[in-house]
């Protein structure tokens, strides 16, 4: 029988109130309270979150506000940057490329929960994972929801709610989130 963590990563309906996820969690929720007790510049930030998170690259910026369910499965590539108050819900992957800039506020939501209000109730959860191409900048506010992918070097405009993939070389804006233009590569 499956696990509710394993549910979970492969896309079913779980239970967060599983004993194993919530202690990943509780893990995840101490050392961003760790990260977040530091002053500003404390290299010791760097390496909690290269403990808190799936992957990194070797230069990465991250700064205050940020929160997340797990932290292992958020994967960043080279060269990322969040401004402050950026919220991950890394219930399923989320993949994040090369140069990505995230500006405030910026939310990435892999989970949901069922319309249907019995299930729902019951505390049942699902989440799909959430993919970002490289050279990728999302404004500030942007909320994307889960099962989407951005692809590279597109310009996602403040205040969007990003609902569906969106593809590469393009500025989409509004709510929901569609393309607006398309970029030429210089
Ligand atoms: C790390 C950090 O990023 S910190 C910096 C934080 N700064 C931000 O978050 C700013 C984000 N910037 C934006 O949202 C900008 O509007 C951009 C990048 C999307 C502008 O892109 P451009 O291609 O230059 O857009 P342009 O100004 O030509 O607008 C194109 C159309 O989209 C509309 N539009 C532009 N931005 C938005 C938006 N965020 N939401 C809704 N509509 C928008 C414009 O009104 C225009 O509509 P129209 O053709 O009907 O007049």
Known sequence: MKSEKQKMLSGELYLATDNELLSERERASQLVFEIHSLPPGNPQKQLLFKKLLGTTGNSFVIEKGFHCDYGYNIHLGENFYANVNCTILDCAEVRIGNNVLFA??????????????????AGQEFAYP????????????????????????????AGSVVTKNIPANVVAVGNPCRVVKELTTS
């Open 104 to 121: 405030p506020n910026v939310g990435i939501y892999t989970a949901g929960h069922p319309l249907d209000t019995t299930l729902r109730v």
């Open 130 to 157: 959430v993919t970002i191409g490289d050279n990728v900048w999302l404004g500030a506010n942007v909320l994307v929801l889960p099962n989407v992918t951005i692809g590279a070097n597109t310009v996602i405009g």
